[in-house]
């Protein structure tokens, strides 16, 4: 609860301003705490007569918390490949280890992984901990849960990291729940406070109106899940030492309770625009079909889909479920980069609710400037391709 | 078949925008509504209750007014709903929702079938699902984009993958997270508005689910918020001038500032 | 404007606008473009109970009058008028049993209408008989325990889609105006059939078909209210139902208005936007003061005729008249407002144009209209 003194409070208001969920406000001569209120503590760290506290029962703390030490890596595996979220991971895994001093450790269940072995020691791992078994080869909760779970009881990292995949987003919150540890999802960024060596993980929140900077003081391991295409892989070093642990399977470990009777592949048209936070769209600038390589490019890089504009579409170059406008689909993602796009008002209502416009296109005049957040006036075959060349240096 | 659903109130985020001179959520007349992933769940445990028979009670852990989407529940096909409301619940992260959630589940006792909505879209974490399903010792999917079939003993289900869909079969009960694609949500009955004007909400404390107090709210939650702070603003509009190379980063920079 | 609705009429506006902001809007170029009856959206209406609202509760219905017809249809319209239409037109082929039906026939019908398990279509008109209603040459002769009927009913909407069509016809072609009566024919009787579907200008999602009566049988008890009655049955379903046509054009002109006010807004020209340019603020102007109006004056006839009064043919005729004509002109504002993109199929206000011209025709023309507007005037000050 927020506790407010009255005696203590002038009702300056500063409170009122710093709460970022309108839940404390000045009224009459005190300030007054609603039901929004998330027990954050900024209004408390502001208050200029430390007029208020943050007040709550005592905070349960694990039991064994010193034993824990390490990171650990939960890596993913689908229909014979490594999910390139898992190399991402042993980057930034790699980084803090080195911070903390102690060894970076992955785990990787699936039907035949032992040959990824050596690729994930080059990626940056001490330790590689294979649970191999052809119950693995599908993705079913229970198992992989059960064996991340199992590991992590009897190796005690002090953090685990995990991809915001499809399985990362079911097993991870599962675990997190039954070893009573903190988890924070779709992680930006992860970085270790200097003074205590706890992990600081910072995300979006309210739609990325915000950012939050999350700790677990009190659990371990501290948990978190990071989206593809956040963090840089590290470059592969193939003279890199490491170990390679088979994981005992017990039967009880290869016991579920859900059967995988079909599995089915997608292809590029069956995704939803609609869902994806950033779309990189083309039109009548690309000229021909073959520009959409380059827009797939930078889609790719960005780990957003493709769209289109009706003079794309009409042409040809890509079918209709990408288009965007009036007779298309209405979107409002995240960023929405429009190449070769004039922006004629039929295109701009189907987007122009996008957190941010990036617009390029060689005609200054072009209507779609005037919705950019940030324009480009230049020959999208000039600038795409020295975009992609950026975003792929800054990744390293 | 007892199915239950557990949805959320909250602010419709969409409208949830900074304002740039205060650098706080400007919150004025932005609506509270029904988690829209939620209200897909709800459709979906109407749809099964329609062809199955049962009943499908809703429950939601909130403030007082969090009765509102409970009663909008009721309006589209829900039988009862049942609030879960505590002053000691503020504050609490997903971990200890799911606990005080799989409190009152086990309080209302024998549920066939669970449903909840992928995320809430104001944490949006994805993280209650299956927490709950840890809890409660559920077979459990999540990101479920299709019912293809139910019975009294099982479940056949379309689990949503990054590259496409595994189907799957559960037997009950069991629990599922839903995605949007799962269905198109009817729109409230005149009948069921009037149903849930006169419905009756249960209301539980952390008393009546026997909730342990260290494990409940500010004090059960795991996570911590250190600080909260705004993204690089927004600022003004801006269109690039130079050499292609000069823009590109001008915009990578600009980019960074803002992903 | 507050037009102080109740809680209950408060929410029959806002189950309707839902269904035409999620159903109706997204669904309405492709109905049209395709000529394609609304079967799910009737369907989303019907799970809605929308279709109750004008049954009895005694039947299964919410017991709303004619204010609440009127509430519901302007919101449905606002999305498409094509799909209001079907929707009114089932109300429209129940109203005769409504007003002159047995208990029987209440029982039997009205249940499934509330549900929308079953919908209604009204067949009077024919290829000789229009404004002339009395030109109509369907006969219905008794033979034994049956009725027989001959003849062909022209343009009837829902035609082909409903299963309940209440069809007037002669029963003593020499007693004249007293010569018709209602029957009621469903969809399987023998002798029943389908012609062609109509192709029309606008309203396109609404299904217009011929109705076929070849030596069509049906039980004795399909006779609705007295022999000899029919036409007297048919003014009053029809002042009952003018209302809702005219809402169907308020909901049409307000749909038009918020389409130019809108482009109005974003269109730059000459450096601004087209609504800072007196010409364009002028024409919105008078047409939001004729939706208004014409909105005030159906609400009016709408209420009024929930008091059940004896006379309601002037009020009805009024509303009619006006807010068809009303919404005719709007709708044309609207195209000319949107310039050359209103003129466009991929802007919706060139079918909401074409859409109101039958709104000026259908359920007496305006025509007709003015005349029973005259003939009741002539009555009044006598």
């Known amino acids: ?396 | 078949m007892k199915i239950l659903v557990c949805i959320k109130q909250v602010p419709d985020a969409k409208d949830v925008r900074l304002d740039p001179k205060t650098n706080t959520l400007a919150r004025e007349g932005v609506e509270s509504i029904m988690n829209p992933y939620d209200r897909h769940a709800l459709e979906e445990a109407v749809a099964i209750k329609e062809k199955q028979g049962g009943v499908v009670t809703v429950i939601t852990m909130g403030p007082p007014q969090a009765e509102a989407v409970l009663r909008e529940a009721i309006a589209c096909g829900a039988d009862e709903g049942v609030l879960i409301s505590d002053r000691a619940f503020a504050g609490a992260d997903t971990w200890a929702t799911s606990y005080t959630l799989a409190q009152a589940v086990q309080t209302l006792g024998g549920f066939d079938l669970i449903l909840c909505g992928k995320q809430a879209i104001d944490g949006d974490t994805a993280q209650v699902g299956p927490g709950l399903a840890c809890r409660l010792r559920l077979p459990f999917a999540a990101c479920i984009q299709k019912t293809r079939k139910v019975t009294a003993q099982a479940i056949e289900i379309e689990r949503m993958m990054d590259d496409g869909f595994d189907v799957l079969r559960l037997p009950l009960p069991a629990l599922m997270t839903v995605v949007k694609d799962i269905n198109e949500p009817r729109v409230a009955s005149l009948k069921g508005k009037m149903k849930a004007k006169k419905a009756v909400i249960q209301q539980l404390s952390a008393a009546d689910i026997g909730a342990d107090p260290q494990c409940i709210g500010l004090a059960g939650s795991p996570t911590q918020v250190v600080r909260v702070f705004s993204p690089e603003p927004r600022g003004d509009r801006k269109i690039f001038s130079g050499s292609v190379a000069e823009q590109v980063d001008q915009l990578v920079a600009c980019l960074k500032a803002h992903l | ?382």
């Open chain 3, 1 to 382: 404007m507050d037009y102080f609705f109740t809680e209950q009429q408060q929410m029959i506006i806002d189950t309707a606008r839902e269904i035409t902001n999620e159903k109706i809007i997204p669904a309405r170029a492709e109905l049209d473009e395709k000529n394609q009856f609304p079967r799910e959206i009737l369907q989303d209406i019907a799970k809605a109970d929308l279709f109750s609202i004008f049954v009895p509760e005694e039947y299964g219905g919410f017991g709303g009058g004619c204010f609440e017809i009127v509430l519901a249809l302007e919101e449905l319209a606002r999305g498409c008028v094509g799909v209001a239409t079907s929707f009114a037109a089932s109300a429209l082929g129940i109203f005769p049993v409504m007003i002159a039906g047995s208990e029987e026939q209440k029982q039997k019908y009205l249940p499934d209408i509330a549900s929308g398990a079953r919908w209604a279509a009204f067949g009077l008109t024919e290829s000789n008989a229009g404004s002339d209603a009395s030109g109509i040459r369907t006969t219905a002769v008794e033979e034994g325990n049956e009725w027989v009927l001959n003849g062909t009913k022209q343009w009837i909407t829902n035609g082909g889609e409903s299963e309940i069509y209440t069809i007037i016809a002669l029963t003593d072609p020499s007693k004249g105006a007293r010569g018709a009566s209602i029957f009621v024919v469903e969809d399987g009787d023998p002798g029943f059939s389908y012609g062609k579907k109509e192709d029309k200008m606008g309203i396109r999602s609404s299904a217009t078909r011929e109705l076929v009566l070849k030596d069509c049988r049906i039980p004795k008890d399909r006779l609705v209210g007295r022999r000899g009655t029919g036409f007297i049955t048919v003014m009053k379903t029809l002042d009952m139902s003018r209302p809702g046509i005219a809402s169907l054009g308020i909901g049409l002109a307000q749909a038009a208005l918020d389409e130019a006010v809108t482009y109005a807004k974003q269109r730059v020209q000459f450096g601004k936007p087209i609504i800072s340019f007196q010409a364009v603020q002028h024409i919105l102007a008078d047409m939001a003061i004729q939706l208004e109006a014409g909105r005030a004056l159906v609400y009016g006839a709408a209420k009024h005729i929930d008091k059940h009064p004896k006379d309601m043919s002037k009020v009805s005729s009024m509303c009619k008249v006006f807010a068809t004509d009303m919404a005719m002109k709007v709708t044309t504002d609207a195209v000319q407002v949107l310039g050359g993109y209103g003129y466009m199929k991929e802007y919706p206000v060139e079918k909401m144009m074409r859409d109101a011209k039958i709104l000026q025709i259908y359920e007496g023309t305006n025509q007709i209209q003015r005349n029973v507007v005259g003939q009741e005037l002539n009555k009044e000050y006598s």
């Open chain 1, 1 to 396: 609860m927020l506790i407010i003194d009255s005696e203590k409070c002038t009702a300056c208001g500063m409170c009122e301003s710093s709460c970022a969920f309108g839940a404390i406000s000045v009224q009459a001569d005190c300030a007054v705490v609603n039901d929004s209120c998330t027990l954050c503590g900024a209004c408390v760290d502001n208050c200029p007569e430390n007029a208020l506290r943050v007040e709550t029962a005592d905070k349960r703390t694990q039991a064994d918390f010193g034993a824990y030490a390490g990171i650990m890596v939960f890596a993913e595996y689908r229909h014979g490949k490594i999910a390139p979220v898992s190399y991402e991971l042993l980057g930034i895994g790699r980084k803090l280890a080195d911070k903390r001093r102690v060894h970076l450790s992955v785990v990787l269940p699936g039907g035949t992984v032992a040959a990824f072995a050596d690729g994930l020691i080059a990626a940056g791992a001490d330790i590689v901990l294979l649970a191999e078994h052809p119950m693995l080869e599908q993705f079913r909760e229970d198992l992989y849960a059960g064996i991340l779970e199992q590991v992590i009881r009897e190796r005690k990292p002090e953090v685990v990291l995990a991809g915001a995949t499809a399985i990362g987003r079911s097993v991870i919150p599962y675990v997190a729940t039954s070893i009573d540890a903190g988890l924070t999802a779709d992680c930006t960024r992860l970085e270790i406070r200097e003074e205590d060596g706890m992990l600081l993980q910072t995300r979006p929140a309210f739609g990325g109106n915000i950012m939050a900077t999350i700790e677990c003081p009190h659990t371990r391991p501290q948990m978190a899940t990071v989206r593809p295409k956040v963090m840089a892989p590290a470059e592969p070093d193939p003279s890199r030492k490491g170990e390679v642990i088979h994981i005992q399977l017990a039967p009880s470990m290869l016991h579920t309770q859900i059967e995988v009777l079909e599995t089915v592949i997608n292809n590029e048209d069956q995704v939803n625009i609609q869902e994806v936070e950033t779309l990189v769209a083309g039109g009548r600038g690309l000229d021909s079909a073959k520009g959409f390589a380059l827009i797939r490019e930078l889609a790719g890089e960005l780990n957003g889909a493709v769209a289109a504009s009706r003079a794309a579409v009409d042409s040809g170059w890509i079918p209709y479920p990408h288009q965007v406008g009036q007779t298309g689909k209405t979107v409002s993602p995240k960023l929405y980069i429009a190449c070769g796009i004039s922006g004629a008002v039929q295109h701009a209502v189907g987007m122009q609710s996008a957190e941010i416009v990036v617009a390029i296109n060689r005609d200054k005049n072009a209507p779609i400037f005037d919705i950019a957040t940030f324009g480009v006036v230049g020959d999208l075959y000039e600038v795409v391709p020295l975009l992609i060349k950026r975003l792929q240096e800054i990744k390293k």
